[in-house]
């Protein structure tokens, strides 16, 4: 045997000595690693497999109303008007007036209710539907639309009621907030304790008038008001337009005040207390009730939801005024 022979077994450690077990040991977590490391990238393989698969079985599914497919010959066609009415809400213009055409298309639908449970919200929003409303009616004569108020009805949610031949509601039912708020915040006194300075450039002597970190000037503030006074007499126009001599009008009218549903058959802002299914029955002469509210596809709710800013709703809270009906 020669000389490196010799020299490299006696470099090489014995099988029970603790620099081989010590090698064995990193040897096989090594081996565990990358076994894991193999089990981890099927998975995540798999996850996306099954993540494409259901964005592609999503895209198949096309919007559709909630009852597309009703089995009696003529039914009441229902449309919810639920939540906030505002553009980026399940409330918005673009969804009513697609379930309203929908209806008013149908041959078996008898009428259309509009069962609403909302605070009311933009009023643009609110206006696209109430003139849409009123122009769907002139297309189709013996086809009324109802509207029947659930726990709440206010403010733009009652505007769009008053394009409706009738208005119902329960006795317990909140009616009215004929009205109109801008509303946002000031921040200038606690800016000026804790030593923030505002830097605000603008082209235009009252382009920032708006901004919460400067201060009100009363010029300023008389103009925001005349800008609502301006909006809530529009409101107030197709009020009178929609409920007609049946509106009691008194100075607390159009205050921006709320009403019990029994307080608003007196006022005249409501015709009777009555449910959904007792208006298909009484003034439809049906007991079936189709559900024409438009549903958005899976896909849009999906790319909704991961497209949507946490901060959001909280920024704009504090850096927006924005018109409101409530």
Partial sequence: MDNNTSNNDSRRPDDNSKEWKLIEKVLLDMQGEQKRSRRWGIFFKSLTFIYLFAIIWLLR???????????????????????VIAADQDANADAIITSLRDAFDDEKALGVILRINSPGGSPVQSGYVFDEIRRLKETRENFPVYAVIMDLGASGAYYIAAAADEIYADKASLVGSIGVVGSGFGFTEAMNKIGIERRQYTAGEHKGFLDPFQPEKPEEKAFWQSVLKVTHNQFISQVRLGRGDRLKETPDTFSGLIW???????MGLIDGLASSSQIAREKLNTEELVNFTYQPTPWDELVSRLGASMGRGFATLLTEQTLTLR
Avoid: K, L
């Fill in 61 to 83: 599914i096309p919007g559709e109303h909630g009852n597309m497919e009703p089995q009696a010959s003529e039914y009441a066609a229902v449309i919810e008007v639920n939540g």
């Fill in 260 to 266: 019990s549903g029994e307080q608003a058959v007196e």
